[in-house]
């Protein structure tokens, strides 16, 4: 995924090919070594090393399709100004956006990133109509 100005290492596709194995394996020893890198800085380090190291030996790397693979800062935070209130649903802004009668442009994944904590990031899904899941909400309480 794009993540605005870099590689998301947050959902990424992979070819079963010796660069893509080459790729986590150096993503793994670099944090290995430093502590403080997170895997996205490693995997966009790693990646700018083997474009230049190995581009003219058949390494290639793609964006996947910015309308169906969104990061959660252009979904969640780019956009917000732009939505009325309250919050649209999930489909209502999908609607807006024209993807009613074509799913050809609707989302496929909305990565949930830059926003602190587990519940944090469910209530986001939430309030947006993109979580179908309550722990406990089916148990029957006697």
Known sequence: MWDVTAYNA???VVRPTLYGRLVYEMMRQKTKTLKKLDDQTALNHVVGYMKTSYKRKGFS???LDVRHYVCGVSYFE???DLWPSPLPTFAEKLQ???CHNDIASCPIVVHNNWIVSREAKIYRFKEHHMWMYD???FEIVS
């Open 96 to 98: 807006q956006q024209g």
């Open 78 to 80: 780019k956009s917000v």
């Open 10 to 12: 947050g959902f990424v």
């Open 61 to 63: 790397i793609a964006v």
């Open 135 to 137: 722990k406990g909400r």
